[in-house]
Antibody
Framework: EVQLVESGGSLVQPGGSLRLSCAAS????????MGWVRQAPGKGLEYVSV????????LYADSVKGRFTISRDNSKNTLYLQLSSLRAEDTAVYYC??????????????WGQGTQVIVS | EVVLTQSPATLSLSPGERATLSCRAS??????LAWYQQRPGQAPRLLIY???NRATGIPDRFSGSGSGTDFTLTISSLEPEDFAVYYC????????FGQGTSVEIK
């Protein structure tokens, strides 16, 4: 069974930093691109970042580019998201997800339960 | 960047009724579209990928259709656990989500 468990969320002041982690199990972690998606209170889903299976390629939403850094440690089956220069609008539940490739696209297949980040 | 517009914002139906949710893309996305379900207090769950393929473990009362710019998610007969928010999603330059449709109990 695929399990994704996020941690590291907390209350942080504007301008501060935080590192989120996502521990994965139940699948061959290094074979899959991984991503972060967030959801502000009462709002919809917003893509944040994706990293390739070996970590060579990283992609970011424009809203976080230059402030957030995605990384992974395949030896520990763990995904990370370093959040810096945090703003109030970064307040959200942050979900990690593994991806499901098809011939035409890449989708978020399994999701963790999320970790709460509050910037205030 | 592709913009996904979902309608209606809210759908009020009774258990056993049929639900029809729409997602319109601002430009053609071929069949590269997914649907997710999010129950209250839970993480999203992949329902449909590539417009019409059910993800593993998804009941066959859920079906997806469409291509190009117009897509539909149909729930043939609503079960109590189906009352939730549904999002469509496309990956182009970036991953884009629609704003969601809430299916609520009438």
């Amino acid at each position: 069974e695929v399990q994704l468990v996020e941690s590291g969320g907390s209350l942080v002041q504007p301008g501060g930093s935080l590192r989120l982690s996502c521990a994965a199990s139940g699948f061959t972690f290094g074979n899959y691109a991984m991503g972060w998606v967030r959801q502000a209170p009462g709002k919809g889903l917003e893509y944040v970042s994706v990293i390739s299976g070996f970590g060579a390629e990283t992609l970011y939403a424009d809203s976080v580019k230059g402030r957030f850094t995605i990384s992974r440690d395949n030896s520990k089956n763990t995904l990370y998201l370093q959040l810096s220069s945090l703003r109030a609008e970064d307040t959200a539940v942050y979900y990690c997800a593994n991806t499901f490739p098809t011939s035409t696209s890449l989708y978020f297949q399994h999701w963790g339960q999320g970790t709460q980040v509050i910037v205030s | 960047e592709v913009v996904l517009t979902q309608s209606p914002a809210t759908l009020s139906l009774s258990p056993g009724e049929r639900a029809t949710l729409s997602c319109r893309a601002s430009q053609s996305v071929g069949s590269s579209l997914a649907w997710y379900q999010q129950r209250p207090g839970q993480a999203p769950r992949l329902l449909i990928y590539d417009a019409s393929n059910r993800a593993t473990g998804i009941p066959d009362r859920f079906s997806g259709s469409g291509s190009g710019t117009d897509f539909t998610l149909t729930i043939s007969s609503l079960e109590p656990e189906d009352f939730a928010v549904y999002y469509c999603q496309h990956r182009g330059y970036s991953w884009t989500f629609g704003q969601g449709t809430s299916v609520e109990i009438k």
